[in-house]
């Protein structure tokens, strides 16, 4: 996997994609994110919750992670989703989205490239 | 003589014009035969056909390939003496011919990729195309030749400056995109002029879900600090798939119902983030008995301490009136062993996390209250620990009240809009459109960022050119193409976008207002629900004897009339060294409280999307204060009543006033009756009603 911004990334076909998404501040509000996968409720597993899926596409088409992330009233001004987005050809990236970002629901591209 | 020079150099323009003119048609001509040639030789099938003719195939295509990219630099060639040829004379024209510059330069060096990638040397016939003069998105270096494909500038797939650039994708990045469409029509590569794009709105009637995605990408690339143009551009790719869907589906909208009320996209309302609602009443304040405090009975919560003195860097600063607290949490050991204040460093804090200390100080100095903190101005200090009841999102069962009443909509939501989006990927025509422009859009961006005019100005003014080259690329390269038919969409494909995606995510989206509703109602339940703490405080007197004092706090929601909350305190003081002088023993008094409150919406807020409503609280005190027996001037037995009221008066803002009847104080028996009063900013909820207002 390799990255063109983070919310666009260049994977392989049969790769094996994996997603984390932590919250905090955990004192004080909840996490609540919810991802769907071109057009299917992914879900996730564990602390911090971990989501997975396979590069079944071809090349020059791409799978779109939409990735809603709400925060609470309760949220603090600072508060952010943090994601962790990795490959099993290798690479690892992250980003994170803060209350303030405009962007809640950013839809996570990954193209799939020649291997 | 002047007007004969004129003349002359007008003839002769005329006669270069047309001569190159004449040339560039018969060259166009042959450019096209070429790329008719290429789309063929590239959609013959060669998977599972012997290694040889699979061998052909890759050398016929190299050919073709570098047979297309000598004729387009024959064009661009011709182009170049005519832009030469014409100067400044004819703006018009000018600006014709800088775009087909622009066409073709982005093919060349789509071209230039793909030879590379199988391989080929692209520069062995390519001639130099240098672009100086040209204005528009060309990818290259001005006066360079295309040799390698590092001498790109405009990568759309660089890898990242944390990832090494191996040789396998080096290669790559133009090559992948756009795709040849194997059995459509090629789409017309469609470029703008940035200048002129950036300076006024060609899509004013678009939809209102488009317009807030080119908002919200605009927003996030004005925000984004990062110098890599690639990264900075982040707000587009994460808006992109939302971007194409909502202008293809405006595209093929049937024409005469742009306006009808029923499911179409440009009905459709903007889509609201769930959460993004107020609340009142979280500070976590001085205790009831502080002189600064407007309320008379102290509440159980210390809700937002914990992240707050995390936040902070471990302690908490509020100041009300005249009086700061400070507040901390040994939870606060946790998050600086790693990982922050996360979710799991919260879950291994065990009863640590649900312990805060806090110290209040005398506030002479408002200008600098941190100036306060000194041992001599220490009134009071504390430890509260909760007992029971959790009234933040993150505990248990509003998580299960999310997963059971929530997710469920915002689920629907995310497959409503994930397949159409899906579908453009599966899509033979729109995916390569795609492809195109999310390319060729990102150009037109990073050629923004680098203008003069956009450097220099405001934040405000920086969103505005980036939505409005947003709105002309989408109205020019997908709208347009798509409405005129340029771009073949086929009737399969807009009656399912009309009749089924754009329904479906119409009804998803309105579902969101019953979502939202739904978490008013949940978030209202949570904050009602029953809370226990207990908490010890230190009072320090600079003129009387220092005492501890034991409380036991409870709150419940809705349990008077189904209406009310009441809220108890009951508690002991204990002098820490009394003073027999004084009439003072161990046990200073006994104190009980006891208070009803409720809420009602309030009429300032009305239209406005601050949710907070007017409360209003009666209080009754109680306290019997042992060493006041048998003193002249006091008494033992102290009442008093309260009735508080805390008026939002516009978003984020709150008026709390107090009026307080006494039968006395601790050191008089003089009855008394006060009034108390202040403003409160809600920075928390400043900010999210912002942020909404940037969001309607």
Redesign the interface.
Known sequence: MTKNNDFEYRVRKGERVKIKISFKPASQSGSFAVLTLDGQTLHGSGSPATYEFTVVKDVQHEHTLIMDFTFMPDAPANAQYDVEVSGSNGGTFNFAVTKSDPIHDPAVVFMVVAG | MKTIKHAFLVVGLVVLTCSTGIGQEQQADKTQALREQLRQVESTGVNGKSAIIQNLHKRTLLSTRKQLLASIDDDLEALRTMQAAVGNADAETRQDIDAQIQTLTLERNQLVARIEEVGGNSSATARSSGSSGSVGISSEPSGSSVSNSDAMTVD?????S??PRSSS?SN?PMG??P?TIANAAPIPQQNIDVNNCKLTNTYKDAPELLVQRV???A??IV?NTNPDP??????L??????LMFYTVADAVLPTGIENAPAANIRTIERLQ???????TD?QVGASSRSSGSTSAIEKPGF??L???A??NGGILQDVNNSVITLSTSP?LLYTMNGG????????RAGFL?RVGISASFNMTDSANPLANVRRGDLTEWGVKARLFGDR????KR??DF?DAK??PF??A???A??????FI??NAVL??LR?QTREQLKAALVQLLNDSDYQSASEADKEIMLRNVMYCFMRASVYDPIRSNTVKVDPEARTQINDEFVPRVAQAFANMAEAKRLLNEG?DELYKSPLATFGYTNHRQPTGSDYSEFKFLYEQDKTVFGMLKIVGNAGLTMYNKPNPLLNQSRVRDFAAALSFEGAIDSPFLKNQPDLSKITYAFTGNYQRMRENEGIPGRKPDLSAFQFKLDIPIYGGMALPLAITYASGSETTNREHTRFNFGFKFD??KL??LT?LV??P
């Open positions: 759309p797939h660089p890898p990242s944390s990832q994708t790559q992948e995109r795709e908002e919200q990408a927003s996030d925000r690639n990264a900075k551009l982040r707000g790719s994460g808006v992109y798939p939302y983030y769930l959460g993004e609602t107020a609340r979280k809700a937002r914990l992240g707050f995390v936040e939870y922050g204040d996360s979710v799991e460093n919260y879950n996390n933040s999102t993150r505990s509003f998580q999310w929530i997710r915002v689920e939501k995310g497959r809009i994930g397949e159409p989006i899906n990927d599966n995916r390569p492809n978030l920075m928390d900010f999210a942020k940037g969001n």
